[in-house]
């Protein structure tokens, strides 16, 4: 076959250009740590790298959503460790006051008693970043009131709304709130012990003081109760929380060994096309000095 | 026997064959570099003998022709693949383009952004009341809105780009029909008198090559000399008559707008399949569309699923007493085109209903509005909204790979093939030096031949008798 100059050219050009291209593509691999930049860089990988991606933007949301409840868990417990702790105390000074106590005495404990009513209270309106959170989905008005006359504690008209709910994973939407309802009134209601108690005291009834008493224990028990089902629920949420960590960890590694460069791999490629490079261009420079012409003098 | 001045013809003719030898190699090696051109060979001919008595005694040398050397197999299959090659080219150029436009896999793709928009209704429902959440929302709500209407204006501004370049080409397919209509007239005028038309022909040949590229070409030439050209099975250059082409967008109000070529004469219209005008013709009436009616068809998707949880569900209530607002759409518009957040919303950000009994910490709206993303709303109930738009880009992201390796190996081909043309038509310079140096040692000999024959006139002139 007759290798005209042109076809010698062409060659030469055709193969200094696509040396270059393949390094190009290996400097902006390095350049942009990214192996998959564009739709077309990988398509039989652009799927799954995808999904990975999408699992963990939808895992960190999750995530999001777990921290937030357990923020709010752990304020519920706050108060009701506090409520609880206001039982207890009470507790102490009713066994104190239900003998040897002087009429005089009494009267103080029954004020004492009071003061512990309005924490009760203060406990069961407690709010996390503004909002009620024993009033279920109410959150935005005061869930229980004390009447003027401080003799009766009732649930405000909007009272205790819904239950909050979170979600925790795909198609897992989770009850999360304590209830006042619940904590507070069912199962015999706090304030009403807390008020029958102090009435007790101010009138110095022997027997009632006593019936409070077991009341009081109930009561105590059932905060507990309230108290524990949220520590419970925290310590899932916390358990499930590592283990969106973990799994996104996981994923992001997937997602990394699929998109980002293997600079190891790179440098090596790089090393490679360079060659290529210098040959293609040692090869042409060597062939365009051939030529008749050097040689008729 | 002849005279002795019979001897110095000769002497002049072989002067003169070696000089056009000459002439012809220069003009070979000026046009190394010239598209198209054929290298030309001089044709040497004995010129007719003498017969004396004893036998024939030679009268010289004669340039017959100039040729060029070309084989018009390879033209063929050299203008199959630039079509091929065109194609492709307009191909990728689309594809590229709507790579750079689709901005995947990365934070400004549509795909992460529909998943963030969801998402932030999970945000929303872990604290309905904040209104630094809901601003959240709305700022992602218009976001994904943008992302939609700024896909679709680019996809049509590519539409507008491919129109502009398909009437750039039309404007030089013309100009190269009616050159080849013309070049058709030269030819056969000058080979009617028996002479070649080198040049002409190395003309024609480049702009048929240049032709090809833009759709599929046959060239077929007749016993003058002149060729008959069809573009994609279409007659447009007959003789020295040629046909000229326009395009135009055609489609009903509220169809898909389409382009079509046709033949400005007779208002004719053809399907053009191959070459740079198939792929831009492919691009704009199939590809593009295909893409915004899925695009379109995600948007109206999310505002109806959206919509329809939101306008039966309950805002933040406002005022004194509180009142909810309810039955407002969280998004206008219906395809990608016009989806927009509702600019009551816009106003007011307590409008966004998450409640679904109007109580302020209730949330169960925003979880199924959340839960959107999971539910297989697309092909036939088996794909996401996400895995439905990962199918669609990683579709085009084979595309496109396609389109590179094709593009890739059908210059492959061309080079292939026009390496197997040069070797008959290309100039190789080394060649031509040879042939210089062979003309010139012809030349002085034949120079010589002048002078002996002059010395043997001296001689004779200069004889005393």
Known sequence: MRVTSNSYYNLILANINRNQASLNETRMHIASGKKIQFLSDAPTKLGSLLKHKDLIQKNEQYLQNIKHVMDYLSVVMDALDHGASILATVKSLTVQGIDSLSQDEKKSFAEQIDNYLNEMLDVANTTFKGKYVFAGTSTTSQPFTLSGDRNSVSITANGIGNALRAEIGQFQVEKYNVNGQEAFLDGGNVFDTLIQLREAFRAGDQAAISMGLGQLEEEHNQI???????????????????????????????????????????????????????????????????????YLR | MAGILQSLEIARKALWASRTGLDVTSNNIANVNTPGYSRQRVELVPSTPVNLGFGPVGTGVLAK???????????????????????????????????????????????????????????????????????????????????????????????????????????????????????NRRIVSTEVGG????????????????????????????????????????????????????????????????????????????????????????????????????????????????????????????????????GISFFSGGNAATIAVNQQIIQDINKIAVSVSGEPGDAEAAYAISNIVNQKLFGNHTQTIG?????????????????????????????????????????????????????????????RVVKTVDEMMQTIINMKA
């Open chain 1, 224 to 294: 507990l109760a309230s108290a524990s089902r949220a520590g419970a629920l925290l310590n899932r949420l916390d358990l499930l929380s590592q283990q969106y960590e973990v799994e996104n960890t996981t994923l992001q590694e997937f997602a990394s060994h699929l998109e980002d460069a293997d600079l190891y791999e790179e440098a090596l490629n790089l090393q490679k096309q360079e060659m290529g490079l210098q040959a293609a261009l040692s090869v042409a420079a060597r062939g365009m000095e051939l030529s008749l012409l050097n």
């Open chain 2, 387 to 447: 895995e439905f738009y990962q199918s669609v880009i990683t579709n085009l992201g084979f595309e496109i790979k396609k389109s590179e390796s094709t593009l890739f190996q059908s210059e492959l081909v061309i080079n292939q093939l026009e390496n197997q043309r040069d070797a008959v038509s290309g100039v190789n310079l080394d060649e031509e030096m040879i042939n210089l140096t062979r003309f010139q040692r012809a030349f002085e000999a034949a120079s």
């Open chain 2, 65 to 183: 022709k100039i040729t060029r050397a070309r084989i018009s197999l390879i033209d063929n299959n050299i203008r199959e693949a630039k079509s091929e090659n065109g194609f492709h080219q307009a191909r990728e150029t689309v594809l590229k383009q709507l790579d750079g436009i689709l901005n995947e896999p990365g934070e400004n793709g549509l795909s992460f952004i529909i998943q963030d928009f969801f998402s932030e209704w999970s945000n929303v429902a872990n604290q309905p009341e904040d209104a630094s959440a809901r601003q959240v929302l709305l700022q992602k709500g218009i976001r994904l809105s943008n992302a939609f209407k700024d896909t679709t204006n680019r996809l049509y501004s590519m539409k507008q780009g491919i129109e502009l370049q398909l009437r750039t080409d039309l404007e030089e397919v013309n100009h190269i029909l009616h050159n080849i209509a013309d070049l």
């Open chain 2, 195 to 326: 002479s070649q038309a080198n040049n002409l022909r190395d003309e024609r040949d480049l702009l048929l090559d240049k032709l090809s590229s833009f759709g599929k070409v046959q060239a077929v030439e007749d016993s003058r000399g002149s060729v008959n050209v069809t573009l994609e099975g279409v007659t447009v250059v007959s003789g020295t008559d040629y046909q000229k082409l326009n395009y135009r967008i055609v489609g009903e109000t509220g169809e898909e707008k389409k382009l079509e070529i046709y033949l400005e004469q007779s208002g004719k219209s053809f399907r053009v399949s191959g070459g740079k005008m198939g792929g831009y013709l492919n691009q704009f009436n199939e590809l593009l569309p295909d893409l915004q009616s899925r695009l379109d068809l995600m948007a109206s998707t999310i505002i109806k699923e959206t919509n329809r949880i939101h306008e039966k569900s309950y805002g933040l209530p406002q005022g004194n007493p509180p009142v909810a607002s309810t």
